[in-house]
């Protein structure tokens, strides 16, 4: 599919925020999901890996580090809610290992070509603290009994969609397990979690 077209006004930071809000129908599925099941200390590091526009930093607060490919995305992050952002390869970042209590990477992998999502899975680990999680959270390609889901997926930008059986291939030789198959109140995407402890 050319990703020329509509889908150059998505390098705009705004038009990007609310084709998210939008195509989530306004519900906040992964951040309810983060609350819900990740404990954190007051004082936890945490990475996200492929920020975007650095929504999550108002959930996480003055530990987060955002890094992204996009520049126009980060400055607009930063503009909006301040933090720490910087442009990076999710394959391999310039950070120290043994630097994060969470590293966390949402909507990443259906970017990625296979050996990039091991890559960066990889470099997730490499850049946790001892005892830290890695988590992945990714859109899972909808079987065809979900045609709108499957149709909603096949307008993002990402060139992998892949099956939940093809992601899990990907991670468990890893040390990722699937947590959560569908991340409840996302429908009909479904997106599942991935957590590796490093």
């Not at 995305?73 to 301040?82: I, M, W």
């Not at 990443?108 to 988590?135: I, K, S």
């Not at 045609?147 to 890893?174: E, H, I, K, N, Q």
């Amino acid at each position: 599919m050319d990703r020329r077209g509509p889908y150059a006004l998505l390098r705009d930071p705004r038009v990007y925020r609310l084709k998210t809000w939008l195509l989530s129908f306004g519900r906040a599925s992964v951040r309810d999901y983060l609350a819900r099941h990740l404990v954190l200390p007051q004082d936890a590091r945490i990475l996200d890996v492929a920020c975007g526009t650095g929504r999550r930093s108002l959930d996480f607060g003055r530990h987060y580090w955002g890094v992204d490919c996009s520049l126009p995305y980060l400055a607009h992050g930063k503009r909006r809610h301040g933090g720490c952002f910087a442009v990076m390869d999710a394959t391999a970042m310039a950070f120290p290992k043994d630097r994060f209590d969470l590293v966390l990477a949402v909507g990443l992998c259906h970017h990625l070509p296979d050996d990039a999502v091991r890559a960066a899975a990889n470099e997730m680990l490499r850049v946790a603290r001892p005892g830290g999680r890695a988590v992945v959270i990714d859109g899972i390609l909808p079987p065809w009994s979900n045609p709108v889901g499957r149709v909603l997926f096949s307008c993002d930008r990402g060139r992998y969609p892949r099956p939940l059986a093809a992601l899990t291939g990907l991670l468990s030789p890893l040390g990722y397990a699937c947590e959560c198959r569908s991340i409840p109140r996302s429908f009909p995407y479904q997106r599942a979690v991935f957590v590796a402890r490093a």
